[in-house]
């Protein structure tokens, strides 16, 4: 099992015991942690955005060419962004942090 941890926004933090295997998208929407990842994990959409702890950023395999073109469609792009359903769980990421950009909490905080 790893050990991933999420920061929602506003100091909700969510700390998940998953298999690895699964990519960080699935782990969010098994957790119902808000990503939306409207294609499915196709590559076509950039609404699985994250932003990955800067010290976990430089464990992760490089992003794809293709990840990086969809990346460069998000708001609030950052040099630790990726795309949580190019990101699989291994167990070397065990403790990893993860980040909803805040955008996206901004935004659930205002309805
Ligand atoms: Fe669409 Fe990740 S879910 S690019």
């Not at 782990?27 to 699985?48: F, P």
């Not at 800067?54 to 990726?82: C, H, I, Q, Y």
Request: aromatic share 6%; glycine share 8%; hydrophobic share 35%.
């Amino acid at each position: 099992m790893s050990k991933i941890i999420f920061y929602e926004g506003k100091g909700k933090r969510k700390e998940i015991e998953v298999h690895p295997g699964q990519t960080l998208l699935e782990v969010a929407r098994e957790y119902e942690i808000d990503i939306e990842g409207t294609c499915e994990g196709n590559l076509a959409c950039a609404t699985c955005h994250l932003i990955i702890d800067k010290d976990w950023f430089v464990k992760l395999p490089e992003a794809t060419e293709d990840e990086r073109d969809m990346l460069d469609l998000v708001s609030g792009l950052t040099v630790n962004s990726r795309l949580g359903c190019q990101i699989t769980v291994t167990a070397d990421l065990d403790g990893l942090i993860v980040f909803l950009p805040p955008a996206h909490y901004d935004r659930n905080n205002s309805q």
